[in-house]
């Protein structure tokens, strides 16, 4: 019965660094988003699963960012070579189906580029 | 780049006061949400309007879509201090289901 969950909740890096984040949906949710907020700004869309297939990527910004739902459950934002600009919190959410009214948010991660 | 422009981007309140927050887009949405996020959690809805021109009254909340489904404001009477946080909207798009474009927010304060 718990909520969207996600994984770790801050991660600090070097730039350069590959990290990946995880989020864990809602059990039965089957559309799972991904969006980035910065400092300041709303959260901006990055990618989002119907399943275990990426239904629009069209907000990753570079193929420096890449996502997997492998099982149609758990999903993991991965970034190569990050980037100081990278810094952001990244947040994951929920819907029973795609464009379901009410995304379940998590309380995301907070990455730091160093 | 945000789609949808929120004013004002700040607002400091005394309890019992009211307020109005703006959301506006030169697009349009085939809904609009909004949502209030708190320090270190992610957003949650509050509501979710779909017919141009809709009204919804949730207690105190009053939300507004427009007739052109460009624009939307929500109205809070009688402000307590429960109300602060950052106050999002969100547009849905036509052509991606469930892909939500954000503003940047309105940031809520009311004090006691």
């Known amino acids: 019965g718990a909520g969207v969950s996600q994984t770790p909740s801050n991660k600090v890096t070097e730039k350069g660094k590959y990290v990946e984040l995880r989020c864990d949906p809602i059990?039965?949710?089957?559309?799972l988003y991904w969006y980035r907020q910065s400092l300041g700004q709303g959260p901006e869309f990055l990618i989002y699963?119907?399943?275990?297939?990426?239904?629009?990527d069209s907000g990753l910004p570079n193929d420096r960012f890449f996502a997997v739902r492998p099982e149609g459950s758990v999903s993991t934002l991965k970034i190569q070579r990050t980037e100081r600009g990278d810094s952001a919190v990244y947040l994951c959410?929920?819907?029973?189906?795609?464009?379901?009214?009410?995304?379940?948010f998590g309380p995301g991660t907070r990455l730091t580029v160093l | 780049t945000q789609l949808l422009e929120q004013s004002p981007q700040f607002l400091s309140i005394q309890e019992g006061e009211n307020l109005t927050v703006y959301c506006n887009s030169s697009?349009?949405?085939?809904?609009l949400q909004w949502y209030r996020q708190e320090p270190g959690e992610g957003p949650v809805l509050l509501v979710t309007?779909?017919?141009?021109?809709e009204v919804k009254k949730l207690k105190r909340l009053t939300f507004q879509f427009g007739d052109a489904r460009k624009d939307s404001s929500l109205h809070i009477t009688a402000a307590q201090p429960g109300d602060t946080g950052l106050y999002l909207c969100?547009?849905?798009?036509?052509?991606?289901?469930?892909?939500?474009?954000f503003g940047a927010g309105t940031q809520v304060v009311v004090t006691p």
């Open positions: 699963f119907q399943g275990t297939g990426a239904a629009d």
């Open positions: 059990s039965g949710h089957t559309a």
């Open positions: 697009s349009v949405f085939s809904s």
């Open positions: 969100a547009g849905g798009s036509f052509d991606s289901w469930g892909k939500l474009q």
């Open positions: 309007v779909v017919t141009g021109g």
């Open positions: 959410a929920s819907t029973l189906a795609p464009g379901a009214n009410e995304q379940f």
